[in-house]
């Protein structure tokens, strides 16, 4: 089993930043992705970044160039740097853990960000 506690998220004025943290215990896998995604009310919930183990970072083209998904693998924690908020990117914003091994999926609890304009 994976673990996974996030920090971060909360209240902000559009064009304000926040910072998400995701740190993962337990059972690590040598090759996993992390990441974050996010549900708005209303909506499906959607990839936002991910970083796979010794890969490179992916964003959803909306958040390109204002958000920042990093990662240190000896922590097993990932971040997501959210830069130039919109309102639109107010959501539910949950930490991802893909154990590519064995093809399974770990959620965190899922934190709140809301962006007031």
């Known amino acids: 089993q994976v673990q996974l506690v996030e920090s971060g998220g909360g209240l902000v004025q559009a064009g304000g930043s926040l910072r998400l943290s995701c740190a993962a215990s337990g059972i690590i896998f040598s090759i996993n992705v992390m990441g974050w995604y996010r549900q708005a009310p209303g909506k499906q919930r959607e990839l936002v970044a991910t970083f796979s183990s010794g890969g490179r970072p992916n964003y959803v083209d909306s958040v390109k160039g204002r958000f920042t998904i990093s990662r240190d693998n000896a922590q097993n924690t990932v971040y997501l740097q959210m830069d130039s908020l919109k309102p639109e990117d107010t959501a539910v914003y949950y930490c991802?853990?893909?154990?590519?091994?064995?093809?399974?999926?770990?959620w965190g609890q899922g934190t709140q960000v809301t962006v007031s304009s």
């Open positions: 991802n853990y893909r154990a590519m091994s064995i093809g399974h999926d770990y």
